[in-house]
C-alpha cells in the first residue's frame, strides 16, 4: 500500500501513513530537497514514492532531519540516506538509536524481528527492538538553537530524551514531530505509554508554540495537513489549555 502524499504548500508535501496518521514531509528550500522524518517503511519507499510523485530524484534530497528516533518516524532514514547520500542530522540523545547501539537483544530483539512491518505494529517493532530497524549514522549531531539547512533546532523533549522540532525560519513552517498532535482538530499529547516523560513534553509543547511561525506541521495529523488558515485556529486552541493525551 502506497502512503498518502497531501499538499500543504507549493514548497512543503506531507508523507502520511494512516497507521496512526504519522506524518513525514518532503520540502523544497533554497539548500535543495529537506526531508523531516523518514517514513514509516525501512526500505525507505514511503518517502520515495512522495518524491517520484513530486518529480524529485533521490539525489536531490540533501538532508533528512529526523524529531526523534521511533520507528514510525525514524524508520526510512537509513535506506534514504544511503539513496541519497543525504546529511542525517538529530540531537545527541538520539544518535545512538539512529545508529542502533541501542538495539534490543534476547527475547525483546527476537519479539520485534517476529512483529511485521506494517501499520500498526511500526511503531512496537522499534520500541520492543529498541531502535529504529535500520541503522543510520547522523553526520550532523545538532542541539538547541543550530542552524542546519535554514531550519532552526527546537529542543522539545519529553515523548523521547532527545526530541527536536525544526523551525523553518524563512517560510514559517515548524516542524513539531511528536512534540504535538493534531488529530479530531484537537491538539494531542501523544500516548503516555510511548512518552516517558510527560510533564517535560507538555512544558516542550507550550514553549514550541510561544515560537513566531504561520504554519505548523505535526507528526500526526488527522484530517489532512495544516494550511496556513489553520494555523489561526492554533491560538484558539492553545488558549484552552485542554489538551488530551492520544490513548
Ligand atoms: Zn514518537
Known amino acids: 500500500m502506497k502512503p498518502e ?22 520540502m523544497r528550500t533554497g539548500d535543495g530537497v529537506v526531508l523531516v522524518d523518514a517514513g514509516m517503511k525501512s526500505d525507505g519507499s514511503d518517502v520515495l514514492f512522495a518524491l517520484e510523485s513530486l518529480g524529485l530524484a533521490p539525489a536531490d534530497v540533501r538532508a533528512i532531519l529526523v524529531t526523534h528516533w521511533h520507528n514510525d518516524h525514524a524508520a526510512g532514514a537509513g535506506a534514504l540516506a544511503e539513496a541519497s547520500g543525504a546529511r542525517v542530522a538529530c540531537t545527541a ?27 500498526p505494529f511500526v511503531l512496537a517493532k522499534g520500541l520492543l527492538g529498541g531502535a529504529p530497524m535500520r541503522a543510520v549514522a547522523p553526520t550532523d549531531v545538532v542541539a ?16 523521547t530524551e532527545g526530541h527536536a522540532a525544526y523551525l523553518h525560519e524563512a517560510e514559517g513552517a515548524l516542524f513539531a514531530g511528536d512534540a504535538l498532535a ?30 513566531s511561525f504561520d504554519l505548523v506541521c505535526p507528526g500526526h495529523r488527522e484530517p489532512g495537513p495544516l494550511d496556513r488558515e489553520d494555523a489561526k485556529r492554533f491560538s484558539e486552541l492553545l488558549a484552552t489549555r485542554e489538551w488530551p493525551a492520544l490513548g
Open 5 to 26: 502524499i497531501l499538499r500543504v504548500t507549493d514548497t512543503i508535501t506531507c508523507v502520511r501513513r494512516p497507521s496512526y496518521f504519522t506524518c513525514s514531509y518532503v
Open 93 to 119: 540523545p538520539e544518535a545512538p538509536y539512529l545508529r542502533r547501539d541501542t538495539a534490543s537483544g534476547g527475547v525483546l530483539g527476537w519479539l520485534s524481528d517476529a512483529v511485521p512491518e506494517v501499520g
Open 144 to 159: 538547541d538553537g543550530d542552524t542546519i539547512f535554514g531550519f532552526r533546532v527546537i529542543a522539545t523533549p519529553g515523548h
Open 182 to 211: 493534531m488529530i479530531d482538530g484537537k491538539l494531542r499529547f501523544m500516548a503516555r505509554a510511548v512518552t516517558p516523560d510527560l510533564d517535560a513534553a507538555r512544558t516542550s509543547m507550550v514553549q514550541l508554540m510561544d515560537r
